[in-house]
T-cell receptor, first 109, second 119 residues
C-alpha cells in the first residue's frame, strides 16, 4: 500500500464551483500534513499546512481526520487560476515527507 | 518566504557523461536537503536526504554511486548524475529545510527543478 494516496482526478469544474478531494495516508503515526500546489513543469509550492482542528485560508479549507487517516482540501468559488495539481504531503516517517501523486483540478470559464 | 535556487533549470547531455545539479538556500541555513525525482504525471519520489556535514541517506533502490550527493555547507547541496543514461532523463528537484521538514511543521522549500535529458 502506498504511504499517501490521492484521487488523480482530473476534476473539471466551472468557475465559481466548489471542488473537494481527499488524500489518505497509511502511517497512523504521521504528525504533519500539508497541501502543496504544483503547476505544470514547475516546483511544488506550499498551499497550506493542515492542523488537527482544520484550517481555512481564504477560499481554501483543509481538514484532518485522524481516525480515518485522511486529509481533505476544499476550494470554494473556484478561479481559473486554481487550475493545478494539488499534492498531499505527509510526514510519514520521522523527518521524511511522502508525497501523493497529486490531484489535477481544471477550472473552466 | 525562503528561497531555494536550483541550477541549471534544463540540461541536455550525452550518454556516459556526468551532470551536476546545484541547490542553494539563499536566505536561510538549510540543515537538511532532499533530492527528488519526478516522472511525468507522477508523484515526487524521494531519492536521498542529506544533512550538512554528513553522508546522504539514500532511499531503497537509489544507487548512491550513480547519484552522488554532497552537502558541504549549510547553503549548498549538489547532486551529480554520473555516467548518465537515457533512462536517467527526468525532472530532478531539491528541497531545503531550516529545521526538520515535517517533524515540527517546518516547511520545506523547493528549488525550481532541473529537467535532465540524456541523449
Amino acid at each position: 500500500r502506498k504511504e499517501v494516496e490521492q484521487d488523480p482526478g482530473p476534476f473539471n469544474v466551472p468557475e465559481g464551483a466548489t471542488v473537494a478531494f481527499n488524500c489518505t495516508y497509511s502511517n497512523s503515526a504521521s504528525q504533519s500534513f500539508f497541501w502543496y500546489r504544483q503547476d505544470c513543469r514547475k516546483e511544488p509550492k506550499l498551499l497550506m499546512s493542515v492542523y488537527s482542528s482544520g484550517n481555512e485560508d481564504g477560499r481554501f479549507t483543509a481538514q484532518l481526520n485522524r481516525a480515518s487517516q485522511y486529509i481533505s482540501l476544499l476550494i470554494r468559488d473556484s478561479k481559473l487560476s486554481d487550475s493545478a495539481t494539488y499534492l498531499c504531503v505527509v510526514n510519514a516517517n520521522d523527518y521524511k515527507l511522502s508525497f501523493g501523486a497529486g490531484t489535477t483540478v481544471t477550472v473552466r470559464a | 518566504g525562503a528561497v531555494v535556487s536550483q541550477h541549471p533549470s534544463r540540461v541536455i547531455c550525452k550518454s556516459g557523461t556526468s551532470v551536476k545539479i546545484e541547490c542553494r538556500s539563499l536566505d536561510f541555513q538549510a540543515t537538511t536537503m532532499f533530492w527528488y525525482r519526478q516522472f511525468p504525471k507522477k508523484s515526487l519520489m524521494l531519492m536521498a536526504t542529506s544533512n550538512e556535514g554528513s553522508k546522504a541517506t539514500y532511499e531503497q533502490g537509489v544507487e548512491k554511486d550513480k547519484f552522488l550527493i554532497n552537502h558541504a555547507s549549510l547553503t549548498l547541496s549538489t547532486l551529480t548524475v554520473t555516467s548518465a543514461h537515457p533512462e536517467d532523463s527526468s525532472f530532478y528537484i531539491c528541497s531545503a529545510s531550516g529545521g526538520v521538514a515535517g517533524r515540527d511543521g517546518t516547511e520545506a522549500f523547493f528549488g525550481q527543478g532541473t529537467r535532465l535529458t540524456v541523449v
